[in-house]
Antibody
Framework: QVQLVESGGGVVQPGRSLRLSCAAS????????MHWVRQAPGKGLGWVAV????????YYADSVKGRFTISRDNSKNTLYLQVNSLRVEDTAVYFC??????????????WGQGTLVTVSS | QSVLTQPPSVSEAPRQRVTISCSGS????????VNWYQQLPGEAPKLLIY???LLPSGVSDRFSGSKSGTSASLAISGLQSEDEADYYC???????????FGGGTRLTVL
């Protein structure tokens, strides 16, 4: 079955960096675009970024553009999110999410359980 | 403030039907597929409806989706207590080159 397991979250001071990872298994990782979606405590879902199946195309939310970098290693079945210049408002659970491989629906059909990033001084 | 607008909350009695609206624009709902997600308390979201009105395997047919122009709706019939959750619409936006989520709607089954 599809498994997405995030890691790398923690408590970090404003301005510092973290690298989040997502280990994927149970499916052909290299066939699917992958997303990061975050959810601040008590708030709704917020899209962060997407990377194409081959890693060449990347899109970002305006709120993270220039600070966050999404990448993937298809040889390791792993998705990454490098988060730099962290702000208090970046505090959230970060979900790794798989987009369906077929069609242009942008449906996210599998989600990890999330990793919590807390930005605090 | 989300570009996709949903009511913050809806409520209805068990066994009744409720609809949740999602309003957007020509650059998102008007030109791209709408997907809906259910998030139960303390859990990750789950795909509920995709491509406007299609049900993923394993999702109850009490859930249905529709779209007209720049608005979409999620309907839930035969409400059950386990349907209490947050519901989110989502669509790609061609102008922003990004994925949008609605602000979410909390469903309470009275």
């Amino acid at each position: 079955q599809v498994q997405l397991v995030e890691s790398g979250g923690g408590v970090v001071q404003p301005g510092r960096s973290l690298r989040l990872s997502c280990a994927a298994s149970g499916f052909t990782f290299s066939s699917h675009p992958m997303h990061w979606v975050r959810q601040a405590p008590g708030k709704g879902l917020g899209w962060v970024a997407v990377v194409s199946y081959d890693g060449f195309n990347k899109y970002y939310a305006d709120s993270v553009k220039g600070r966050f970098t999404i990448s993937r290693d298809n040889s390791k079945n792993t998705l990454y999110l490098q988060v730099n210049s962290l702000r208090v408002e970046d505090t959230a659970v970060y979900f790794c999410a798989r987009e369906g491989a077929v069609g242009a629906t942008r449906k996210i059909d599998s989600w990890g359980q999330g990793t919590l990033v807390t930005v605090s001084s | 403030q989300s570009v996709l607008t949903q009511p913050p909350s809806v409520s209805e009695a068990p066994r009744q039907r409720v609809t949740i609206s999602c309003s957007g624009s020509s650059s998102n709902i008007g030109n791209n597929a709408v997907n809906w997600y259910q998030q139960l308390p303390g859990e990750a979201p789950k795909l509920l409806i995709y491509y406007d009105d299609l049900l993923p395997s394993g999702v109850s047919d009490r859930f249905s989706g529709s779209k007209s122009g720049t608005s979409a709706s999620l309907a839930i019939s035969g409400l059950q207590s386990e349907d209490e959750a947050d519901y989110y619409c989502s669509a790609w936006d061609d102008s922003l080159d990004g994925l949008l989520f609605g602000g979410g709607t909390r469903l309470t089954v009275l």
